[in-house]
Structures are given as structure tokens and as C-alpha cells.
Nanobody
Framework: QVQLVESGGGLVQPGGSLRLSCAASGIIFKLYVMGWYRQAPGKQRELVAT???????NYAGSVKGRFTISRDNAKNTVYLQMSSLKPEDTAVYYCNARLRVTNDWGQGTQVTVSS
């Protein structure tokens, strides 16, 4: 059974930083494309960043240069380092694991950027 458990969310002031973690179990982690998505109130879920099995990364334009996705295959964990946070980054952040036709999601972690 696939489990994706996010952690690291919270309240941060504009300009601050947070690091999200997603611990995966029940999958051969190193084979999967891992990603972070987010959903703000009243909006659709959107891509934030992905990282492939060979660590090729892709970012949404709105976070490029501010966020960094990385993975540790030894720990079955994917990270999202977020810097220079803005109020518009406020959302529930979801971890995603994708391999061919399988597509699994975590429960999400709230990130609130506010003074």
C-alpha cells in the first residue's frame, strides 16, 4: 500500500523559508517521478515542481528561482525547499508519486505566508 506523508508546513512571514518533506513507503521510490502540487482556496490544484528518477527537475514559472525540489533515494524522501515566500504561495501542498499509469497523493500540508 502506497503511503506519502508530508511534513514541514506552517505559518511563515513573507520573505521567509520553509522546507517540506514527503516520506514515501510501499513503492520502489527510486523509480518514481516525484512532485509537489498545491491548491489554494477556490483554485484548482497546480503543479509546483517535479523531479524524475534521474533527478531532472521541472518548476512552475511562479516558483522558479525560489523553490528547489530534491530527493534522497536512500531515505525514500522528496523535499521542497521554499525561499522568498510570498502570500500567494499560501496553499495546501501535496506530494505526488507517479510511475506509468499509477498516480498517488499524500494528504497535504498547509503552508500559510502572512505577516
Amino acid at each position: 500500500q502506497v503511503q506519502l506523508v508530508e511534513s514541514g508546513g506552517g505559518l511563515v512571514q513573507p520573505g521567509g523559508s520553509l522546507r517540506l518533506s514527503c516520506a514515501a513507503s510501499g513503492i520502489i521510490f527510486k523509480l518514481y517521478v516525484m512532485g509537489w502540487y498545491r491548491q489554494a482556496p477556490g483554485k484548482q490544484r497546480e503543479l509546483v515542481a517535479t523531479i524524475t528518477a534521474d533527478s531532472t527537475t521541472n518548476y512552475a514559472g511562479s516558483v522558479k528561482g525560489r523553490f528547489t525540489i530534491s530527493r534522497d533515494n536512500a531515505k525514500n524522501t522528496v523535499y521542497l525547499q521554499m525561499s522568498s515566500l510570498k502570500p500567494e504561495d499560501t496553499a495546501v501542498y501535496y506530494c505526488n508519486a507517479r510511475l506509468r499509469v499509477t498516480n498517488d497523493w499524500g494528504q497535504g500540508t498547509q503552508v500559510t505566508v502572512s505577516s
